[in-house]
């Protein structure tokens, strides 16, 4: 029953009758199987708003109203109503429509998200604009109970209480953001979920009123709205109350007609107004109803069992948690840190060995890592596991509760670099940049997952004290604070070639892992590659040494402290350096190495190979690599063209 062309709204969806309605749930429910199992996606959380956005476009129209999906994760049925049902075959492909909501790609999309908690401040400054204006539009955030845990969301519902803007903040409980949620507000929520009896009685009334010959409907929409008032003051909403918000339900998320009562409840306040829906995730479908946690983000699967197909290989958020639980067994100082994310980050095998080890503080990642702080100047051994993406929301805390106060601090930076189909706003390619100005930091990239385990070892030594040489393995002045940049699979397949060099890890060290001199002992090209993009550049130095070339392949390791010394040693004997990161190139890697080359009064053609500080659309982790000459391909053709521009100059 889905619409053949873009529906008018709400006035499509008006005239629909309950049956209708439902019935056009259930097959867009089934147009996200299709979709998600082909292309892979944000599969629960969209399973469990479909009521919930067809209610809201039956009353609002969206190309007008503003309507603002906080994260984002839950708009693909948004997407389906506003006419962009034929791109979801194609969905977080380049032609396709995109997995968030983007400004660009329909007006309907009232503003880019993809990181939780900003739905409200965005709604409210629509609002105040619309009032200053005159024009008389309505706003309405769409907010998860998971987002509700971020601090920002406070601080805009903080600022609405004196605004008195009308705002709608719909709030989707469905009692988790990916993980579990956790802290103080979900046992709040959870209190008021409990209040069943409303809920019954108003089954049971409704039930019997549907009955009655012609007069049974219009009186039930009468009595619905009377014990709305009466209900604002039986179920507890005072929290909410008072910030100044009015607050309507808890209401059924799934039952569109209640649905639809309270959003035209919500209508008649002048004034800021919570609407509680509770919403099951993965509703309809039973696989992700039964694991909804997988059935967030989730790739190909089949539809009919719900089977994941491509199973990836070894994890490195996996390969971090397991090497921290070897610690933790021996140091029960060391204590996990997520936020909201300890499944995707690898922790949740951490949290199930030590479960009282284990801090979830929500999606808040600026309080988790000024908590950390805390509990390090405690004597605790905290170790905080956050993607690369949203640690950028603690930049403030890095730099001045944690790196200004020189305390001790291992921070896993997970999903680093570019992050395939979920596009720009989960790309983790700013790390380098943010942390390179940040003092007293150490920066490490690990190239496998041997080195991601021989680094968590060595950096758990931040908390060691003053060095002790056999203890020890840190210098007096390394960076307390201890990052370590893993992306999101481990792909370094290169490690079993017969050319790899193996060399220990060992703090502020790189190592040559390829090394092919010429007779003279001097080389046509050094490779300088940090992090996994070294399976790349080591496939590359062996195209290069194939065709005659002298080539070495520098590891580095480490981004802070750079390997200076190596670094100057190698680029004497090079003819051509060229550096390679998965990362923008400003403040990069490649700009240290140029830099240091510089200031040390070498005068190497310097190459650096890097993603260009813009938008890189939702597509393969392959694509995009290729796409800014980052592929093995792409680095051998940048290495010829530059040594024939060099051969032409001498």
Request: charged content about 25%; aromatic content about 8%.
């Amino acid at each position: 029953m889905l619409f053949e062309k873009m529906p008018v709204l709400p006035d499509d969806l008006a005239a629909m009758d309950e049956k209708q309605l439902n019935t056009l749930c259930e097959d867009i429910r089934k147009r996200l199987v299709e979709t998600v199992s082909v292309n892979g996606g944000h599969l629960a959380s969209n399973l469990g708003v479909v009521e919930l956005t067809v209610a809201l476009y039956s009353i609002y129209n969206p190309h007008r109203d503003r309507i603002i999906w906080d994260v984002g994760h839950q708009s693909y049925v948004h997407k389906i109503l506003t006419g962009r049902d034929a791109g979801m075959d194609r969905l977080r492909r380049p032609d396709g429509a995109a997995g968030f909501p983007k400004l660009s790609e329909s007006d309907a999309d009232a503003f880019n998200t993809g990181h939780s908690s900003t739905s409200i401040s965005a709604a409210l400054g629509y609002a105040r604009a619309f009032k200053y204006t005159g024009e008389n539009r309505a706003v309405i955030a769409v907010i998860g109970d998971g987002a509700l845990t971020g601090g920002m969301a406070y601080e805009a519902l903080n600022d609405i209480a004196q605004s008195q803007c009308r705002v709608i903040v719909v709030l989707n409980d469905n009692g988790m953001s990916i993980d579990r949620n956790v802290g103080g507000l979900s046992k709040y929520l959870a209190k008021i979920r409990r209040r069943h009896s409303y809920m019954r009685a108003k089954r049971n009334v409704r039930g019997f009123l549907l009955k009655i010959p012609k007069i049974g409907r219009p009186l039930t929409r009468v009595i619905s709205r009377a014990k709305n008032r009466v209900k604002h003051w039986v179920v507890e909403g005072k929290f909410f109350e008072n910030l100044g918000l009015y607050y309507l339900g808890p209401v059924d998320g799934h039952d569109i007609y209640a649905l639809k009562m309270i959003f035209e409840r919500a209508n008649e306040i002048d004034g800021p107004v919570l609407v509680h829906v509770q919403t099951q995730k993965g509703k309809g479908y039973e696989p992700a109803e039964k694991e909804p946690e997988i059935f967030h983000g989730v790739g190909a699967f089949v539809a009919e069992t719900g089977e994941i197909k491509n199973k990836n290989c070894e994890s490195l958020s996996k390969v971090f948690s397991e090497e921290l639980c070897k610690l933790a067994e021996t140091d029960d100082r060391i204590v996990a840190v997520t936020a909201a994310m300890s499944i995707g980050t690898g922790l949740d095998g951490f949290a199930q060995q030590f479960p009282d080890r284990t801090v979830d503080v929500g999606i808040a990642e600026q309080h988790a890592i000024t908590m950390a702080a805390g509990m390090s100047l405690a004597g605790m051994k905290p170790v905080a596991a956050i993607y690369s993406t949203f640690l950028q929301r603690a930049y403030d805390q890095l730099l001045h509760d944690v790196a200004l106060q020189k305390l001790p601090l291992v921070v896993g930076v997970d999903r680093a670099g570019v992050c395939g189909y979920d596009g720009e706003t989960h790309h983790g390619i700013y790390d380098f940049a943010y942390l390179s100005g940040i003092p007293f930091t150490t920066v490490a990239a690990p190239s496998s997952a041997k080195q991601l385990r021989d680094m968590v070892r060595l950096a758990i030594h931040v908390y060691d004290g003053e060095p002790e040489v056999e203890k020890n393995p840190l210098p007096e002045d390394a960076g307390k604070l201890f990052a370590i940049r893993y992306p999101a699979k481990e792909r370094a397949t290169f490690l079993e070639d017969e050319d790899y060099i193996e060399v220990p890890v060992a703090y502020g060290r790189g190592a040559v892992c390829f090394d092919k001199p010429g007779e003279n002992g001097l080389y046509d090209v050094a490779l300088f590659s940090i992090g996994e993009v070294l399976e790349e550049v080591f496939a590359a130095a062996k195209i290069l040494a194939a065709r005659g070339l002298s080539v070495t392949v520098f590891d580095a390791r480490f981004f802070k402290p750079l390997d200076e010394a190596a670094v100057f040693e190698i680029a004497d004997r090079s003819k051509l350096v060229v550096t390679a990161e998965d990362a923008i190139a400003d403040d990069g890697f490649g700009e240290h190495v140029r830099l240091a080359l510089a200031d040390s009064g070498c005068k190497n053609s310097v190459i650096s190979l890097a993603h260009k500080n813009t938008l890189i659309p939702n597509d393969s982790i392959a694509n995009q690599m290729k796409a800014d000459g980052l592929d093995r391909e792409g680095i051998v053709s940048s290495c010829l063209n530059a040594l024939e521009k060099l051969s032409n100059v001498e």
